[in-house]
């Protein structure tokens, strides 16, 4: 079945720890999106790639890195630069850029302790 | 910048009622809209989405959602709901001619009484 697979569902990490979310996508799909979502707040963008190799910061992107090295992965580190990391993380891809059609993971929960 | 606005955080209706969510956008032209829908601790999925043409659009579940350019408003609505479409529902927007971002809504929770 063609989708989105995001791992691990949960993660721990301690403070100061570095920590990538994986994201795959088996739809053949150009464009790839990052989300966080905190209650009461929606999802706000963090980071999208529209190609391989190329990927441009959204609204949040201080304490995060990607990378897209193939069209199928988009993997988020999260840093220890960024000061409340825990969250639910959404990957979501969209077949171009135009329409913006986005089709979802299931999500990451994120606890820092 | 585009911004969405879904004035309603909670709702409660009874099973059988009918439904309607508010979603209201900010934006200088005509944008995509989309309405997702997210179980507890779960990804979105897609509803129903608005590009051009007939201001009403049908989605899965039931769902329909009318745009109304002159309000700037994209309500979703349900005839009669059942007990297994209490969820969050989120309103998003985005942009037209290029551009890949969505801009969502802080979302609705829906809860349903039997």
Same mark, same amino acid.
């Given at each position: 079945?063609? &989708?989105? /697979?995001? %791992? ?11 920590? /990538? *979310?994986?994201? =795959?996508? $088996?739809? $053949?799909?150009? !464009? ?10 929606? *999802? #706000?963008?963090?980071?999208? %790639? ?11 992107? =201080? &304490?995060?890195?990607?990378? #897209?090295?193939?069209?199928? %992965?988009?993997? *988020? /580190?999260? /840093?220890?630069?960024?000061? $409340?990391?825990? !969250?639910?993380? *959404? ?8 329409? $913006? ?7 990451? #929960?994120?606890?820092?302790? | ?59 899965? +579940? ?15 609505? +349900? ?36």
């Amino acid at each position: 079945d063609g &989708g989105i /697979t995001q %791992s691990p569902k949960y993660l721990f990490r301690k403070e100061g720890q570095n920590v /990538t *979310l994986s994201c =795959e996508q $088996n739809l $053949n799909h150009d !464009a790839m999106y990052w989300y966080r979502q905190d209650p009461g707040q929606g *999802l #706000r963008l963090i980071y999208y %790639s529209q190609i391989v190799n190329d990927f441009q910061k959204g609204d949040i992107a =201080e &304490g995060y890195s990607v990378s #897209r090295e193939k069209k199928e %992965s988009f993997p *988020l /580190t999260v /840093t220890s630069a960024q000061k $409340n990391p825990t !969250a639910f993380y *959404l990957c979501a891809s969209s077949i171009d850029r135009d329409t $913006n059609e986005a089709f979802f993971g299931q999500g990451t #929960r994120l606890t820092v302790v | 910048a585009q911004s969405v606005t879904q004035p309603d955080i909670h709702i409660t209706v009874s099973e059988g009622a009918s439904l309607e969510l508010r979603c209201n956008y900010s934006y200088g032209a005509t944008p995509y809209l989309f309405w997702y829908v997210q179980s507890p601790g779960q990804g979105l999925q897609l509803l129903l989405k608005y590009f051009s043409g007939d201001t009403l659009v049908q989605g899965i +579940k039931g769902f329909e959602a009318e745009f109304k350019r002159s309000q700037s408003s994209f309500n979703l609505r +349900k005839p009669s709901v059942h007990w297994s479409d209490a969820a969050e529902y989120f309103c998003a927007v985005g942009l037209t001619g290029g551009g890949n971002k969505l801009t969502f809504g802080t979302g609705t929770q829906l809860k349903v009484e039997l």
